[in-house]
């Protein structure tokens, strides 16, 4: 099915470094959301947007709806190790009644100590 | 605990064996979403509801595959003839209209 483009697909970082992920579709998309997932539990909602070129933080979090409505990033400042896991996007038209979420491939993060 | 709830959080069966999940959504969300992620991948769409009205299916959602929510509640997936293939975590989500979606913590389908 379809899915959006996110990179990179892992990364393994230092503790108390920053990091950056990003989105990207050849479709628009009318909300984008960040997802976050740990082994064997369903994915937790980090920061929702609704609007091209908003930018939302929750946290050490900090994520933007990309104002051509094609892309969106998420960063994540001064990690720590409980910040591991798989951090995914997804995307809704929300164009009509549909309601789905077409997710990105995720990235995994990996934090040393 | 007032967030997605599904069950069983297991499921192990033998291929050709039916089984069936339940998922009891946010208790205001009148939006329920089904999902399939297998291992590696990020959840794919099956169907959502809107109070007990079922809006949308995707091609992924075969004639195997069937999901009630009767009365605008909780909701089952029930697949009938399992399949080797049929093997992921099934993910059940909420929402309040096009609000944002919240998510169980699924329920791992095992065929033996």
Known sequence: GQQLNQSPQSMFIQEGEDVSMNCTSSSIFNTWLWYKQDPGEGPVLLIALYKAGELTSNGRL??????????????????????????????????????????????????KP | DTGVSQNPRHKITKRGQNVTFRCDPISEHNR?????????????????????????????????????????????????????????MYLCASSFGQGAQHFGDGTRLSIL
């Open chain 1, 62 to 111: 900090t994520a933007q709806f990309g104002i051509t409505r094609k892309d969106s990033f998420l960063n994540i400042s001064a990690s720590i190790p409980s910040d591991v896991g798989i951090y995914f996007c997804a995307g809704q038209k929300g164009s009509g009644n549909t309601g789905k979420l077409i997710f990105g491939q995720g990235t995994t993060l990996q934090v």
């Open chain 2, 32 to 88: 329920l979403y089904w999902y399939r992620q297998t291992l590696g991948q990020g959840p794919e769409f099956l169907t959502y509801f809107q109070n007990e009205a079922q809006l949308e299916k995707s091609r992924l959602l075969s004639d195997r595959f069937s999901a009630e929510r009767p009365k605008g509640s909780f909701s089952t997936l029930e697949i009938q003839r399992t399949e080797q293939g049929d093997s992921a």
